[in-house]
């Protein structure tokens, strides 16, 4: 399989367009390297590839992708679809710009194909332009040019415009994708709210993890921005929390991804990006391929 990172970052990116702390500060002045809203390509076969999660920056993303090109026939593209790991924002609104895609499937949890259509009718806006398929990621694993994928019930987090909501259940999960001929496995996990329980088995099973990496501290987002938000980390498990985890799996290739703007490991030369260097856990770049 190859997967390749078209986005790092939480919603917002880096830096965030309203946000003038430190960090994003630097982002912009060109002292750290700008970063793109979460976003991963996947392909088993090399041929068909799916999204998982589809961000505002898609547009760019693709367009800065060879692997992602369009063609030999005018309107031919190797994208199949999409998955979605929970319906926020940042993971589904890119799927507007998909629009008039022909052909294209969507997999969700049946909570986020449900907010998609009662609270967020994004389905509805898109079928009516190139009508998309869309199916429920539930228990059972299902395969997509060369992959295995297994949805992993992950939290119950739901998108704020969900709060009003009455569905209960899996608002989250991670992915794991193994290839059917290399038998590599991956797992995409960017929205992480607590180490939930089997997870172990899951990473230990894994050559690769790319975890929620949302922020280092819980009380991060007071401290960088002035508001008092404890709620901000709310549904993020701290970096601080998940580390020791990670550190129990030293043969596993270990990456964090959806980096809030607020968060030190942005800064190569911070103590926090150190911590990380030292432990072999990987904060990589916009554009990185990996392959199983
Ligand atoms: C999150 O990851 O918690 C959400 O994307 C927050 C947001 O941007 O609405
Ligand atoms: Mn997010
Ligand atoms: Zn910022």
Wanted: charged share 20%; hydrophobic share 40%; glycine share 12%.
């Amino acid at each position: 399989m190859k997967a390749v990172l078209l986005g790092t970052t939480a919603g917002g990116g880096f830096p965030q367009w309203n946000c003038a702390c430190a960090l994003c500060v630097r982002a912009r002045s060109g002292e750290l390297v700008a970063r793109s809203q979460d976003c991963l390509a996947i392909t088993g076969d090399g041929t068909g590839w799916w999204l998982v999660n589809a961000s505002p920056d898609i547009r760019t993303q693709i367009a800065g992708c060879a692997l992602l090109n369009p063609g030999p026939g005018p309107r031919e593209t190797p994208l199949r679809g999409a998955l979605f790991t929970d319906a926020e924002l940042d993971h589904t609104l890119g799927l507007l710009t998909l629009r008039g895609g022909a052909g294209l499937t969507v997999w969700a949890p049946g909570t986020v194909l449900h907010a998609l259509k009662d609270q967020f009718d994004v389905r509805t806006v898109i079928d009516g332009y190139a009508p998309v398929a869309w199916r429920e990621a539930g228990p059972d694993p299902f395969e997509l040019d060369g992959l295995r994928v297994t949805a992993i019930p992950i939290s119950g987090k739901r998108p704020k415009y969900a709060r009003s909501s009455t569905v209960d259940g899996n608002w989250v999960v991670a992915y794991r994708f193994e290839d059917l001929v290399s038998g590599g496995v991956l797992v995409y996990a960017p929205c992480l709210a607590s180490w939930p329980e089997g997870f172990d088995d899951v990473v230990a099973g894994a050559q690769c993890v790319l975890l929620d990496g949302t922020f280092h501290a819980a009380s991060e987002m007071g401290s960088a921005t002035g508001s008092a938000s404890g709620q901000a980390a709310m549904g993020h498990l701290p970096i601080c929390a998940s580390l020791p985890e990670l550190r129990r799996f030293p043969r596993v290739r270990r990456i964090y991804t959806h980096l809030n703007n607020t968060n030190p490991v942005l800064d190569p030369a911070s103590p926090e990006a150190a911590e990380l260097r030292a432990a072999g856990v990987e904060v990589p770049p916009d554009g990185t391929v990996i392959e199983l």
